[in-house]
């Protein structure tokens, strides 16, 4: 084969994978991004609706690295055939119910797939040996490279002089004497590379937008789990757990309860689909109440929600039921006072 040889490059918005991409892009070779929606991974969905994150630019964090580096991203819909990753983990989980090892695997997988479909090369992440406990070990990296069916064309600039010669460096296709031999969980020297780079206001080095490494976020997966008798999930459901306040009165249902405006609006599409609840006598939060909420839970379901709204402190609040598909209708309740909300409601 003759011509510029061609790479993609998994990208995940973070600032290791940007500059493994452009490390191999100054090298000569066509970079082209790919980043995989999970489901799980949605920072920007969470920094558009929360005030908190007012500050914080608005933006696909992989988008805007593939913009940093100057080139063209991929982005691919894989939440159907992720659930077999984060259900059963050949690997097993993390802290939380972080699938690591499964998911770097099932990733370059399927780059791998995409390589070979779109007669590219060889296969650029931005894995340091040493960075992540389960997943960025020496023999970890290993097993990655044996079970996504990439072999010797899955290359690590960041690390590749830790690592054995991979087809790309021994085809010439690449020169490893340009590539590095970073180790640890410092970000030290990716933060300077980034400065040479010209690269600023990227994400936090040692972020990561993946919910399943959350322990909240995992408290909220286990409970959707266990209310449903099985560890069946569709998208609006991980979506909803990142969202608002969630409590749980009774096996059957929990209510989730908007925190401020921005979630409000969210929740507003997802009326069509719940009981939902709000204040109409003061000022205050939606709340979807996702299960069975027998009729006599409703009272007490409306008095949190009023706990919630400008009327906390009022004697009574007035609160709006509106069941799917019917007519709404009005309770006039007492809000509920904190203490006498059980811990163990509160996900």
């Known amino acids: 084969m003759t011509g510029q040889r061609k790479a993609v490059a998994l990208l995940s918005g973070g600032l290791d994978s940007m500059l493994a991409a452009r490390v191999i892009k100054d090298q000569g070779v066509h970079v082209e991004g790919i980043n995989f929606f999970t489901g799980f991974c949605v920072e920007g969905h969470t920094q558009a609706i929360r005030r908190k994150s007012s500050a914080k630019p608005k933006r696909n964090n992989a ?24 259900l059963n983990p050949k690997h097993g989980y993390g802290r939380n119910l972080n699938p690591c090892l499964d998911c770097k695997g099932f990733m370059v997988g399927k780059a791998h797939e995409w390589m070979l479909e779109h007669d590219f090369d060889f296969i650029i992440t931005g894995e340091v040996v040493g960075q992540r406990p389960k997943s960025q070990r020496r023999e970890t990296m290993s097993i990655i490279v044996a079970e996504s069916g990439a072999g010797d064309r899955l290359l690590r600039p960041l690390s590749a002089k830790l690592l054995a010669p991979t087809l790309p460096e021994q085809a010439g ?14 970000r030290r020297l990716q933060m300077e590379l980034a400065a040479q780079f010209g690269f600023e206001d990227y994400a936090q080095p040692a972020g990561g937008c993946c919910f399943l490494t959350d322990k909240q976020y995992t408290v909220k997966l ?29 096996p059957g249902y929990k209510l989730i309860i908007a925190r401020e405006d921005g979630e409000n609006r969210f929740l507003r599409g997802y009326r069509k689909d719940y009981v939902h609840l709000r204040t109409t006598s003061h000022p205050g939060p939606l709340a979807l109440i996702d299960g069975d909420c027998a009729q006599a839970d409703l009272s007490l379901s409306a008095r949190l929600v009023a706990r919630y709204s400008q ?37």
Not at 68 to 85: C, R, T, W
Not at 173 to 186: E, I, K, M, N, T
Not at 330 to 337: C, D, E, Q
């Open 63 to 86: 988008l805007w690295s593939a913009e940093q580096v100057g080139i063209a991203l991929h982005f691919i819909d894989v939440v159907e055939a992720y659930k077999e990753v984060v």
């Open 173 to 186: 296709w690449v020169q490893r004497d340009a590539l590095f031999d970073w180790h640890g969980r410092s």
């Open 311 to 347: 009327g906390r402190d009022a004697p009574a609040v007035e609160v709006e039921v509106v069941p799917v598909g019917a007519p709404p209708w009005h309770l006039t309740v007492s809000p509920m006072p904190p203490h006498e909300i059980p811990k163990e409601w509160v996900l």
């Open 222 to 250: 286990r409970d959707l789990w266990r209310s449903r008798n099985n560890r069946r999930y569709e998208l609006d459901d991980i979506i909803l757990l990142k969202v608002g306040r969630h409590l749980r009165p009774a």
